[in-house]
């Protein structure tokens, strides 16, 4: 399988550095008036069965694709904004949009692939058109902004997987042009590097204080309904964000400890027959967004995605950390999921989410209520570490009991022979 991605990388940088991979324009209008522009080059890579084995389709975004003007719309009340590109035989690359006032992000990335297209998928044993999404990838920017990542950025989608490049996109636009105002990418942007300095001066700056760290978080209640108004997803937990980021006020890269506050932060989500997602926005300036992902074969779930956009006052430019590749939190249908102890769960290098009192329960909900809960390993450990404790010292009594007793039979005897 590493060896069937690597051949699949290979295939798409051949492609890009040939140019054939072609950046495409794409637009969503109302009227005359422009709200979503993108201009983009995007590769695909896609796992089908045949009769007898397993093959991998790579083929890029012809330039010939062009907006479907029936599935994209600027949004409406209740709906959100899509961008919807069609090409060949019943292909369909998606991008819906999302605001919460300051910042715009791509809310759901979907793909839709025709199985009976022989020309990509040859041999293929199904006729199906396929379609599916992954919520929360990570683009995102404040608004009157463009997005740019010239970078290859790959998002898997299902069985499939989604190479972006020379991306630059805006959505919510007040114009029909591109914003010239730009946020960059992580990938793009120098992981390490330090801005520029100017010509030293002989007054030398008072260290920056240390920041307190902020102490256990406060524990949240957040729940989502579905489109009958029945809660569909349940969670309770603190939390706490663990970001690392170049700071210019202290020339260097920070670790900045935050918590998210309940009642300073706003909740949305949804919830599908195999996915379900919880988005926390924290005053504009955070937007903390969860995945979770059923089997329906196994009847389990875990956490699947965990997305993080933050502008704080600090930071050069907005921080975007996503990872769509998780596995944390595992649970069976009907059941929630519970752990009292801090757990980190980390997303990417320079992001990790610290928990605590957490109980979730993102599938199976009947009674607005939490159903039985399965316990994390570590609150298990712990319930079993004062049952140790008290066996021991049952133990050791039983010890010193059977020594007292078998000391007294002993001078008993003694007694006897005199």
């Not at 599916?132 to 683009?139: D, L, T």
Request: with cysteine; proline share 5%.
């Amino acid at each position: 399988m590493k060896l069937s991605h690597g051949f699949d990388a290979l295939i798409i940088a051949w492609f890009a550095v040939f140019g054939c991979i072609q950046a495409v324009t794409l637009e969503v209008k109302d009227g005359d008036s422009t709200c979503i522009k993108a201009e983009l080059s995007a590769s695909f890579s896609i796992t089908y069965n045949t009769l007898n084995s397993t093959r991998t389709a790579t083929f890029s975004l012809p330039d010939s694709a062009a907006v479907d003007t029936g599935s994209s719309s600027c949004g409406t009340s209740g709906n959100l904004p899509w961008l919807v590109a069609v090409f060949g035989s019943g292909h369909a690359l998606g991008l819906s949009f999302s605001t919460n006032g300051s910042l715009y992000t791509v809310a759901n990335l979907s793909l839709q692939y025709n199985l009976s297209d022989s020309s990509i998928f040859p041999e293929a044993n199904s006729s199906d058109v396929v379609t599916v999404v992954s919520a929360s990838v990570g683009i995102w920017a404040p608004i009157n902004t463009t997005y740019r990542c010239v970078s290859n950025t790959t998002f898997r989608v299902g069985e499939a997987t989604v190479t972006f490049s020379d991306m630059r996109l805006e959505a919510y636009m007040p114009g029909n042009d591109l914003s010239p105002n730009e946020s960059v990418c992580m990938a793009d942007q120098g992981s390490t590097a330090a801005p520029p300095t100017t010509a030293s001066t002989t007054t030398t700056a008072a260290p920056a204080p240390t920041p307190t760290p902020p102490g256990t978080p406060e524990q949240g209640t957040y729940s989502i309904k579905n489109s009958s108004g029945t809660v569909c997803l349940l969670a309770q937990m603190g939390l706490q964000l663990n970001v690392s980021y170049f700071s210019p006020s202290q020339n260097k890269t920070i670790q900045e400890i935050a918590n998210l506050t309940p009642n300073l932060t706003s909740i949305s989500g949804s919830c599908e027959a195999s996915s379900a997602t919880l988005v926390l926005t924290q005053e504009q300036t955070t937007t903390l967004s969860f995945t979770f992902t059923l089997n329906s074969t196994t009847n389990k779930y875990h956490l699947s995605g965990i997305n993080l956009l933050a502008n704080w006052s600090d930071m050069t430019a907005p921080f975007s950390a996503s990872n769509t590749s998780l596995d944390y939190l595992r649970s069976t249908l009907g059941r929630s999921y519970m752990c009292n102890a801090e757990q980190t769960l980390v997303v990417v290098p320079t992001f990790s989410l610290n928990t605590f009192k957490l109980q979730v329960q993102p599938f199976g909900v009947t009674t607005n209520q939490f159903a039985t809960a399965e316990e994390c390993q570590m609150d298990q450990d712990q319930m079993l570490i004062p049952i140790i404790v008290g066996a021991a010292l049952a133990g050791l009594v039983l010890i010193v009991l059977i020594a007292y007793l078998i000391g007294r039979k002993r001078s008993h005897a003694g007694y006897q022979t005199i």
